[in-house]
């Protein structure tokens, strides 16, 4: 098992910025891709960013420019944090962001996106123009 939980939210104005944070602990494999994913009501979930445990990241095309994910190398044992520092927002960014966690295989190919084992309980980001 792995709990994520996300933290960093809130209510900001067009073109300012926020940090998410996504504390992961438990059962965390060594190889592993932490991925940050956004849904608004009525809207199917979207992948915003994700990054593999050898730093490698995948954004989309709202999030390239725009966003950036990191994750803290202080590498703790069974537990890891992941950071999505939101630059620029626009009210097209209003939605609950969730944090989610996949064990990757070593070798071989693999998606990075869904499906993801765990997952946060979310945390809501509100842009007003």
């Known amino acids: 098992q792995v709990q994520l939980v996300e933290s960093g939210g809130g209510s900001v104005q067009a073109g300012g910025s926020l940090r998410l944070s996504c504390t992961a602990s438990g059962s965390i494999h060594s190889v592993n891709a932490i991925a940050w994913y956004r849904q608004t009501p009525g809207k199917q979930r979207e992948l915003a960013a994700s990054i593999h445990s050898d730093g490698s990241r995948k954004y989309t095309r709202f999030s390239k420019d725009r966003f950036t994910i990191s994750r803290d190398i202080t590498n703790v044992k069974n537990s890891a944090t992941v950071y999505l520092q939101m630059n620029n927002l626009e009210p097209e960014d209003t939605a609950v962001y969730y944090c989610?966690?996949?064990?990757?295989?070593?070798?071989?190919?693999?998606?990075?996106?869904?499906?993801?084992?765990?997952w946060g309980q979310g945390t809501q980001v509100i842009v007003t123009s």
């Open positions: 989610a966690y996949k064990e990757v295989p070593k070798t071989g190919t693999w998606s990075w996106l869904e499906p993801y084992d765990f």
